[in-house]
């Protein structure tokens, strides 16, 4: 006789407040609540009507934009760009999966070393100075930590955009929203900023010189650097946890 109270249970992943905002945007997006073509109230008004605190709403209309249903028009607005999902995207997939942070930073290499090589094959004039444009933006001292991980994607995302390839750009779009949440973490660590935009300058120097294997080397030492930290951080912050509970 089968003991049923011995069966494995796989214990419930909770959510986010992120996560669940995400879901329920998107839901009323689908619903037509919001059409296409839309301007989604700011983003002070929908954390309230949500209940919940801006950085949680900011990162929920990260994920919702990365998910393709929303466009942002920096100095303009959120905008509605589809009220459909085609398929499931990869950030939803691994929302409801268990991944390490190992994986997804070896998953990330592979991209960004192979984007930063094939962009400096392909990478166009008008292409280059919008490169510059975000790089010479970040390096502004008066930015905001939030500004400047902000700007840290659309760098990375101008990059991959620079490629012509539009599976990597669909791939990018799907697991960023998972670093950028990380980035948020790590960003305020001492010298993490600094060394992060040095990094992003080594990246745009070899694209902007058309060289592919400086490039892509730079590429593999910023994702390897970024790895150590966040890995850093997070054993700190279980230590930390595990103290407490004693």
């Known amino acids: ?7 494995h249970i796989e214990p419930v992943r909770r959510l986010k407040v992120s996560d669940s905002v995400a879901a329920n945007l998107e839901q009323l997006i689908e619903q037509g609540q919001y059409q296409p073509g839309d301007k989604l109230p700011p983003e002070r008004i929908l954390a309230e009507q949500f209940g919940v605190g801006r950085s949680s709403m900011r ?16 100095g303009v607005g959120v905008f509605v760009v589809s009220n459909t999902k085609p398929v499931p995207m990869l950030s939803e997939l691994l929302l409801f999966d268990d991944f390490t942070v190992p994986e997804l930073f070896e998953a ?13 094959k392909r990478i166009t004039d008008d292409e280059a100075e919008e490169l510059q444009r975000i ?19 659309e760098l990375h995302r101008a ?9 990597w750009e669909r791939v ?30 080594r990246i745009v120097a070899a694209i902007l010189d058309r060289s592919v294997r400086e490039a892509r080397t730079a590429a593999v030492k910023h994702i390897r650097e970024v790895e150590r930290e966040i890995v850093k951080h997070l054993d700190s912050a279980t230590e930390t946890a595990e103290n407490s509970a004693r």
Do not use: C, W
């Open 159 to 167: 990059i991959v955009k620079a490629t012509k390839n539009r599976i």
């Open 59 to 74: 990162e929920a209309l990260r994920l919702v934009e990365a998910n393709g249903l929303l466009r942002t028009d920096h």
């Open 172 to 201: 990018y779009e799907s697991i960023m929203p998972l670093f950028i949440t990380y980035s948020h973490r790590v960003i305020q660590l001492p010298g993490r900023r600094e060394s992060a935009h040095n990094s992003h300058r």
């Open 108 to 120: 990330r290499l592979s991209l960004e070393r192979d984007a930063a090589g094939m962009a400096a």
């Open 1 to 7: 006789m089968t003991d049923r109270g011995n069966r």
């Open 135 to 153: 790089l010479d933006e970040a390096g502004n001292p008066s930015l905001s930590n939030d500004a400047f991980v902000k700007l840290d994607a």
